[in-house]
């Protein structure tokens, strides 16, 4: 008769391992949001930098422009900084960003650092606005097309592959269409 | 042609593996010491053909052979020769067979030195140890095969990501490797302790110089990983509790623990079931590390590029080889003798202290390192678990741990007095108490934390001397026989106090760079300078610089210290044109004990750049203490008790204190 305590190492790993395989299946980057087609909700932000004055949803009206939700305290920012500079250096698309979360001084120190990708950036020390919006966790980036309207949300650090495969066409249609 | 070799190489390597592991479970009731000797060699074939491979690959890069995907995919002809070469293990698929070369080195080992392991465990062990390396190479000709060859081969290659050349980065993976795949080692005994049924004082005189060979690798391994992350990303941090350095230091965490508790089992034949399920976890946890950074499970700053097929098959494998080790624990550790008592106040209690608080921090590391994806199941939020939850978790528990480093090894094995333990570390208690008051006059009584911190390091460092001068007597008898006793003292008594001295010396270094780092932006122009902390720093002038493979614009300062001049830095921002990546090298200037790190920012187009200056008191002693432990480790690993054949106990003279 074997006691059941020596089965216990087992029986925890076992839950571990169904959690790593439905971790696996878990494809972080296809949760829906709500607000596909839907305006931006209504905000107005402090400048982060100081160097615009301020960042409203009136700023997202009038181009088709990306809004970026960061913040300095995490990683998955960093890994993706490069490329919206690259993006920025390019020019094609207004950047704005949203620092989510972050204490002033900790996000403009991290941007001194990494170079200023954004056209504006407004600070959301409460994280008030990324709820409205909807974020769920940083990076996180919205497609918003002419008119205010968000048309697709990527949750995650943007590499060149995810450019290419989802925001590229995205963007030659959203200009297309006008 | 090369390719072709290194692909055949590899399918043969996986048929040997194959032999290797069905021969020894299967015949060796029958086949006695013939079979022993087949397994034997097909473990030295599997290392040399595996061998093989990685030499084709390695050649595959040193010339440029972009007809080859992973070549063409991670290198570049104007690359130098040393990148070139670490480029082989700067990509998933090669890391991986860097990964199964280590796991098969570590085999031949077995079957080279192991004459005097029973045959049936050597067999049993190398049985269990070909069954891994089965899967791994599995893993690798299905879904990473290095040797993929292109159809339309580029010109030129793709280059490597210029973050990871740099010599500190080309030299990690293959300690961090050595480290925790080193500990196959711990799990492949395991298994074949629980298949024989029974445990034997050489089973752990053989595990434990394995063991502590894969903690001293592993730990040289962080410490260079940390290193490295310090001066090439440029922004002065060292450590960030980020899922990959997470992968690397839980199995150091529980690695450390099994090694503590592979002693009791040496010594007192104690704690056996216990120490087996160590080496199962210990080795699981590298599994787990190994699958965290190729499945893209998680998100994080160093990691491959991630691919769900293969977390699939690496949590596959991890499923057999912990899955198949536990219930095979499950039905047989009910039956292994366990040895004799002990009482709470003696050298195994503060083992098993150790143990019990060692295993808690992994658990707090692990459940940060996965919380995210507990989170994400429960509802559809994603967090970031930071540095707050590990203050709040990991060092909590961390401070008992350390506090009681010094009396473990003071303590007498069977039973002690714990006032009497006390008495014997009375001096190390003196130099914790004027440790914490310079600290409380330096931070005019401002810094509580920092001098319970310094206070713990003292204790650390003196408390580690305090058992040396006991075992030695210093003091109590004459100086001849004092150090006749520290010359018949065995080096893993060296070791021991060594690498828990270390201990100190890194908290120290945390303790400092937590509480008394400073740093400062500015725009500068050439000739303008900034002050921090006592320092002055110009900006002497800015010019352009062309490297190997990238263009630098190269900022020159001048550091003076209470207006004398201190010291000359420069600081690179390099331009990759082949990735089209910006990067940043730090002029860091060190004493050792504290580091000026300075950095070129971008300019602003007017003249200005943004230029970084940070001062970190202590900042080079995390690294020295780690390194001091891991050098303790190999110190220990030339005890001759401890070396292969020696006899289980040599001589340690009249006075046979019990030493680790």
């Not at chain 1, 990076?139 to 918003?144: D, K, L, Q, R």
């Not at chain 2, 021991?496 to 122009?525: P, S």
């Amino acid at each position: 008769m074997l006691p059941a305590r020596s089965f216990i190492p087992l029986a925890a790993f076992l839950a571990v391992a169904a959690l790593l395989a439905i971790g696996l299946q878990n494809d972080p980057h296809k949760i829906p949001s709500m607000l596909i087609d839907k305006p931006t909700p209504d905000f107005a932000l402090t400048s982060l930098t100081g160097d615009d004055n301020g960042f409203s949803h009136h700023d997202l009206k009038g181009n088709v422009s990306l809004l970026n939700v960061f913040a300095s305290w995490c990683p998955g920012c960093r890994v993706e900084h490069p490329m919206l500079m690259q993006l920025a250096a390019r020019g094609d698309v207004p950047i704005y960003g949203l620092n989510w979360k972050d204490r002033q001084a900790d996000s403009k120190r991290w941007l001194a650092k990494n170079q200023n990708p954004y056209a504006r950036v407004g600070l959301d020390e409460s994280g008030r606005v990324g709820i409205d919006l909807g974020v769920t966790g940083v990076p996180e980036t919205f497609v918003i097309d002419r008119t205010g309207r968000i048309r697709y949300r990527y949750p995650g650090p943007i590499t060149q592959e995810v450019w290419q495969e989802h925001f590229e066409p995205l963007l030659k249609d959203l200009r297309g269409l006008q | 042609m090369a390719a072709e070799a290194g692909l055949f190489a590899i399918i043969i390597a996986l048929f040997i593996s194959l032999v290797q592991s069905i021969v020894p479970l299967a015949l060796m009731r029958r086949g006695g010491p013939a079979a022993a000797a087949f397994v034997r060699q097909a473990a030295i074939g599997q290392f040399v053909f595996i061998a093989v491979a990685f030499g084709c690959l390695t050649y595959a890069f040193v010339t440029s052979d972009f007809s080859v995907q992973v070549v063409a995919a991670n290198s570049h002809t104007l690359k130098p020769l040393l990148y070139k070469v670490s480029g082989v293990w700067g990509n998933h698929e090669g890391s991986m067979l860097l990964w199964v070369l280590i796991l098969s080195l570590f085999g031949a080992a077995v079957a080279l030195f192991g004459d005097n392991l029973p045959d049936r465990l050597q067999a049993n062990v190398l049985g269990v140890h070909g069954l891994i390396g089965l899967g791994f190479l599995t893993f690798i000709v299905i879904t990473s095969n290095p040797f993929t060859r292109l159809i339309n081969p580029p010109a030129d290659g793709n280059g490597l990501n210029p973050i990871l050349q740099d010599p500190g980065l080309a030299i990690h993976p293959p300690f961090l490797y050595l480290g925790y795949v080193g500990f196959s080692m711990a799990f492949s005994f395991s298994v074949a302790a629980l298949i024989e049924g029974k445990v034997d004082a050489s089973w752990a005189r053989w595990v434990r110089p394995w063991v502590l060979a894969a903690w001293c690798f592993l730990t040289v391994g962080i410490t260079l990983g940390s290193a490295w992350a310090y001066y090439t990303l440029g922004w002065g941090g060292w450590w960030f509790w980020d899922p990959v350095e997470n992968a690397s230091f839980m199995p150091w965490l529980a690695g450390t623990a099994l090694l503590h508790s592979a002693l009791v089992v040496e010594r007192r034949h104690a704690l056996i079931s216990w120490t087996i399920l160590l080496g199962i976890l210990t080795f699981s946890l590298s599994l787990i590390g190994t699958f965290l950074v190729r499945s893209g499970v998680l998100t994080s700053v160093h990691s491959f590029a991630q691919d769900p097929s293969r977390g699939a098959f690496i949590l596959a494998l991890i499923l057999l080889s912990t899955g198949g080790a536990l219930t095979l624990f499950a039905i047989r550790a009910p039956r292994l003798r366990n040895g004799a008592p002990f009482a709470i106040i003696s050298r195994e209690g503060g083992l098993t202290v150790n143990n019990i608080l060692l295993t808690t921090a992994t658990a707090t590391v692990f459940l940060g390192t996965f919380y995210p994806i507990f989170v994400d199941m429960m509802g559809n939020d994603k967090i970031s678990v930071g540095p707050p939850y590990y203050n709040m978790t990991f060092v909590p528990i961390m401070v008992p741990l350390l506090l009681a480093m010094p009396i473990g090894p003071i303590l007498k094995w069977k039973r002690d007095d714990i006032r009497s333990a006390m008495g014997r570390l009375k001096p190390a208690a003196y130099a914790c108490l004027v440790a914490a008051i310079i600290t409380l006059v330096v931070t005019l009584g401002h810094n509580v934390l920092a001098t319970f911190f310094m206070a713990i390091a003292a204790w650390l460092v003196f408390g580690s001397f305090a058992i040396l001068v006991h075992r030695t007597r210093i003091g109590s008898v004459p100086l001849s026989k004092s150090f006749w006793l520290a010359r018949t003292t065995p080096l893993a008594f060296y070791g021991l106090i060594i690498a828990h001295a270390g201990m100190g010396v890194t908290i120290a270094g945390i303790t400092g760079m937590t509480n008394w780092a400073t740093e400062k932006i500015e725009m500068l122009r050439p000739g303008q300078s900034l002050q921090l902390s006592g320092y002055d720093v110009r900006l002497r002038s800015v010019g352009d610089i062309a490297g190997p493979n990238y263009e630098a614009e190269r900022g020159y300062f001048d550091i003076a210290r209470r207006g004398k001049p201190f010291a000359q830095l420069y600081s690179e921002r390099r331009f990759y044109p082949v990735r089209q990546q910006q990067t940043t090298a730090a002029g860091i200037r060190t004493n050792l004990i504290s580091n000026l790190y300075v950095t070129l920012g971008d300019p602003d187009g007017k003249g200005s750049w943004a230029v970084r200056f940070y001062y970190h008191p202590f900042m080079p002693l995390v690294w020295l203490g780690a390194l001091t432990m891991s050098l303790g480790g190999f110190i220990s690993l030339f005890d001759r008790r401890l070396r292969v054949g020696a006899p289980q106990r040599s001589a340690t003279g009249l006075f046979a204190v019990p030493a680790e």
